[in-house]
Protein backbone atom coordinates (compact mmCIF):
# COMPACT_ATOMS: atom_id res chain seq x y z
CA UNK A 1 0.00 0.00 0.00
CA UNK A 2 1.02 3.87 -0.86
CA UNK A 3 -0.78 6.47 1.46
CA UNK A 4 -0.45 9.84 -0.63
CA UNK A 5 -1.44 13.17 1.13
CA UNK A 6 -1.99 16.48 -0.79
CA UNK A 7 -1.57 20.03 0.44
CA UNK A 8 -1.11 23.67 -0.71
CA UNK A 9 -4.62 24.02 -2.39
CA UNK A 10 -6.18 27.17 -1.83
CA UNK A 11 -7.61 30.42 -3.25
CA UNK A 12 -5.89 32.59 -5.50
CA UNK A 13 -6.33 35.33 -8.30
CA UNK A 14 -5.95 34.61 -12.01
CA UNK A 15 -2.00 35.27 -12.64
CA UNK A 16 -0.95 33.87 -9.21
CA UNK A 17 0.90 30.80 -8.07
CA UNK A 18 0.43 27.91 -5.97
CA UNK A 19 2.35 25.00 -4.79
CA UNK A 20 0.82 21.22 -4.51
CA UNK A 21 2.98 18.53 -2.30
CA UNK A 22 2.06 14.97 -2.29
CA UNK A 23 3.07 13.29 0.41
CA UNK A 24 3.77 9.50 0.22
CA UNK A 25 4.33 6.52 2.60
CA UNK A 26 4.09 2.85 2.87
CA UNK A 27 6.19 1.00 -0.10
CA UNK A 28 9.45 2.34 -1.66
CA UNK A 29 8.65 5.59 -3.28
CA UNK A 30 11.39 5.91 -5.55
CA UNK A 31 9.43 2.55 -7.62
CA UNK A 32 6.70 4.47 -8.26
CA UNK A 33 5.92 6.59 -10.78
CA UNK A 34 3.64 10.05 -9.92
CA UNK A 35 0.94 11.32 -11.35
CA UNK A 36 -1.17 14.73 -10.85
CA UNK A 37 -4.71 14.74 -11.86
CA UNK A 38 -7.30 17.23 -11.24
CA UNK A 39 -11.44 17.22 -11.19
CA UNK A 40 -13.44 20.24 -12.06
CA UNK A 41 -17.55 20.31 -10.65
CA UNK A 42 -19.22 18.18 -13.43
CA UNK A 43 -16.17 17.07 -15.58
CA UNK A 44 -14.03 13.56 -15.44
CA UNK A 45 -10.85 13.62 -13.62
CA UNK A 46 -7.77 14.53 -15.75
CA UNK A 47 -4.44 13.60 -15.84
CA UNK A 48 -2.05 16.97 -15.60
CA UNK A 49 1.41 16.12 -15.87
CA UNK A 50 3.14 12.67 -14.67
CA UNK A 51 6.92 11.68 -13.45
CA UNK A 52 8.80 8.52 -13.98
CA UNK A 53 9.96 6.78 -10.32
CA UNK A 54 13.56 8.75 -10.90
CA UNK A 55 12.56 12.13 -11.72
CA UNK A 56 14.24 11.91 -14.82
CA UNK A 57 11.22 12.83 -17.06
CA UNK A 58 8.19 14.47 -16.75
CA UNK A 59 5.25 15.04 -18.66
CA UNK A 60 2.46 17.75 -19.16
CA UNK A 61 -0.93 17.99 -21.02
CA UNK A 62 -0.92 21.11 -23.44
CA UNK A 63 -2.88 23.03 -21.09
CA UNK A 64 -0.88 23.68 -18.44
CA UNK A 65 2.45 23.26 -20.42
CA UNK A 66 4.47 26.30 -19.96
CA UNK A 67 3.06 27.23 -16.58
CA UNK A 68 2.94 23.82 -14.36
CA UNK A 69 6.18 22.25 -12.90
CA UNK A 70 6.17 18.45 -11.51
CA UNK A 71 8.94 17.37 -9.37
CA UNK A 72 10.00 14.87 -6.66
CA UNK A 73 11.91 14.57 -4.01
CA UNK A 74 12.54 10.82 -3.31
CA UNK A 75 14.67 11.43 -0.28
CA UNK A 76 11.61 12.89 1.64
CA UNK A 77 9.15 10.47 -0.66
CA UNK A 78 7.33 13.66 -1.70
CA UNK A 79 6.28 15.37 -4.94
CA UNK A 80 5.00 18.33 -6.10
CA UNK A 81 3.11 21.07 -8.50
CA UNK A 82 4.24 24.13 -9.10
CA UNK A 83 1.28 26.06 -10.89
CA UNK A 84 2.30 29.51 -12.42
CA UNK A 85 -0.49 32.06 -14.27
CA UNK A 86 -3.44 30.78 -12.93
CA UNK A 87 -6.69 30.97 -14.65
CA UNK A 88 -10.36 30.49 -13.57
CA UNK A 89 -9.98 27.21 -15.51
CA UNK A 90 -7.63 25.65 -13.30
CA UNK A 91 -10.30 25.62 -10.50
CA UNK A 92 -10.44 22.13 -9.64
CA UNK A 93 -9.78 19.72 -7.55
CA UNK A 94 -6.46 18.50 -7.52
CA UNK A 95 -5.26 14.46 -6.57
CA UNK A 96 -1.89 12.94 -6.57
CA UNK A 97 -1.34 9.49 -7.86
CA UNK A 98 1.28 6.44 -7.60
CA UNK A 99 1.32 3.30 -9.77
CA UNK A 100 4.49 0.59 -9.61
CA UNK A 101 7.52 1.78 -12.00
CA UNK A 102 6.84 -1.68 -14.41
CA UNK A 103 3.46 -0.45 -15.04
CA UNK A 104 3.67 2.90 -15.69
CA UNK A 105 1.92 4.74 -18.89
CA UNK A 106 2.90 7.87 -19.74
CA UNK A 107 0.23 10.30 -18.98
CA UNK A 108 -2.69 7.34 -18.64
CA UNK A 109 -5.52 7.80 -17.46
CA UNK A 110 -7.29 7.19 -13.92
CA UNK A 111 -7.57 3.50 -14.53
CA UNK A 112 -3.29 3.12 -14.87
CA UNK A 113 -2.72 4.27 -10.98
CA UNK A 114 -3.19 2.14 -8.33
CA UNK A 115 -2.82 5.04 -5.26
CA UNK A 116 -5.03 8.08 -4.67
CA UNK A 117 -4.97 10.84 -2.31
CA UNK A 118 -7.62 12.41 -0.38
CA UNK A 119 -7.44 15.77 -3.34
CA UNK A 120 -6.79 19.14 -2.42
CA UNK A 121 -9.17 22.28 -3.55
CA UNK A 122 -7.49 24.64 -5.96
CA UNK A 123 -9.59 28.07 -6.66
CA UNK A 124 -9.05 30.54 -9.45
CA UNK A 125 -10.79 33.86 -9.18
CA UNK A 126 -11.13 36.14 -11.96
Known amino acids: QVHLVESGGGLVQAGGSLRLSCAAS????????MGWFRQAPGKEREVVAAISWTGSSTYYVDSVKGRVTISRDNAKNTVTLQMNSLKPEDTAVYYCAAVHSSRWIRLGGTSTYDYWGQGTQVTVSS
Open 26 to 33: GRTFSSYA
